[in-house]
């Protein structure tokens, strides 16, 4: 049986477990998948016991950065901070073309979204505007809800209405190519706690940057929950457009509920804005036109997920992967 893996950094697990392809090899190609993404963790899962007694093979080419465009149609230039070529990463097909969809694809997982927004340059917009602002002002929240030449001319309702279009279309894209599959979307995790004032302002692996030569920003505690619902709205949206093209929905966002980037370490499945990585992840990372620092021994994250994001999100994908290659004879 053939399954597909689609998907940004949220699925390609960037910092979590080795690089794979390893560092140095000639397969390297900027995407930064690692051993402790999900898809991984299901593969290995799905070998130990499989489906029906069958066989799973797995094709992930799920790539950081990857917008929904770059899914279905638009060829995508890798931004992998780890040994990069001298000039930089060639740019790399659509996901859709480079994993070879066809009619013999049994399942396919899609997990993609935020960069569309993007949500990476909102978190670093509230992050510079919160600087001075008092913990309950929104300061973020109003310019992109305004919209305009402030942060970005496209509101967030814009944004909102895009993405709709953008994932319906993706959506078709993978079923044109893949007409005999299942289509699983994976929805994100919470990464804000549903108090924002328990998140520490001063905190680099909470939301808090170091940023060379401005300092230290962090976003307001009010601009910390509108977060959160920004996350839920894009949540929203991919589900809505899944069940509107009859496929299934994963929610990871309901069992990750105090698991956010704002708890202690023990607790958190998402790393802060720095946090723990592997030692080839970098400690110093251009964002934009800024420099983001991290130090103590803490790497660049940028709130993604951790080991136990990945597994958490793995053991509900692994059900629904299990679900869509089992023969509806034998689901009772």
Known sequence: MEWVALGDSYTAGVFVGEPSPPLGGPDRDGCDRTTGSYPNLVERRLAATPPSGRAVALTDVSCGGATILEIGSARQTPISPVQPPVDGWPSVA?????????????VVTIGVGGNSLPFGKILTSCLLTGIGQPDEATPCRDAYEAGGPFLDPESIYDKYDRVTREYAAMLRAVHEKAPNAKVITVGYPTIVPEDPTTCDRQDTTELAADIKD????????????????VNTHLNAIV??????????YVDTATSSVGHDACQPRAKKWVEGVCGEAGPYWPNELAVGPLTLTCSGGNRATLVHPNAAGH???????EAAVRTALTPETSQS
Do not use: K, P
């Not at 480079?98 to 049994?106: E, F, K, P």
């Not at 597994?311 to 994908?317: F, K």
């Open 94 to 106: 659509s996901q859709v073309d480079r994993a070879g969809l066809s009619a013999s694809t049994d």
């Open 239 to 248: 589900e809505a457009i899944t069940e509107l093209s009859d496929d299934t």
């Open 214 to 229: 401005v300092g230290r920003i962090s976003a307001t505690h009010g601009d910390i929950a509108w977060l959160g619902e």
């Open 311 to 317: 597994a958490n999100t793995a053991t509900q994908v």
